[in-house]
């Protein structure tokens, strides 16, 4: 079943962001919760020298990340703490893209689709330091024209 997505909320997982497959970490804090799996439907980090979306929950599957926006919001995190420190070019690049093409196969439109999860809870995430105004022209410059 193909979900009706409205947008897209941004995190950051607050934990350290190794060279490594970080997301299994975090599916096992969010099962440890009691939830069925991880709460994002992806996270985006850094494996084998790179940065790369890793699939969470599946795209037909309601997340578990912003209460009250689940059941309408596909839940992105970049692993990491950017509190005060900003995320590299590369992972904002690699979420950018991801976020990009989440937005054109939903047709997503580019305003009032893309959120921070403090634009929709009292929370600093994604961090003070996640350039959100960059990465907003980012993901716009890699939408489908």
């Known amino acids: 079943m193909k979900r009706d997505w409205r947008g897209v909320v941004v995190h950051m997982t ?12 975090y599916k096992a804090y969010h099962l440890s919760l009691g939830w069925r799996d991880i709460g994002y439907h992806f996270v985006v980090e ?3 020298g790179g940065v790369w979306p890793v699939v ?15 059941t309408r919001y596909l839940g992105v995190a970049l692993a990491g703490d950017f509190t005060t420190t900003p995320p590299s070019d590369d992972h904002l690049s690699s979420a950018a893209r991801l976020v990009a093409g989440l937005m054109d196969e939903f047709s997503m439109p580019t305003e009032g689709a893309l959120f921070r999860h403090c634009d929709l809870k009292d929370t600093t995430c994604p961090g003070a330091a996640f350039p959100w105004e960059k990465f ?8 489908q024209p």
């Open 136 to 143: 907003k022209l980012m993901v716009a410059k890699a939408r």
């Open 46 to 48: 850094k494996i084998d």
């Open 56 to 70: 969470g929950r599946m795209l037909n599957e309601v997340g578990a990340h912003c209460r009250c926006f689940n």
């Open 14 to 25: 607050e934990g350290p962001d190794t060279d490594g497959l970080e997301s299994k970490g």
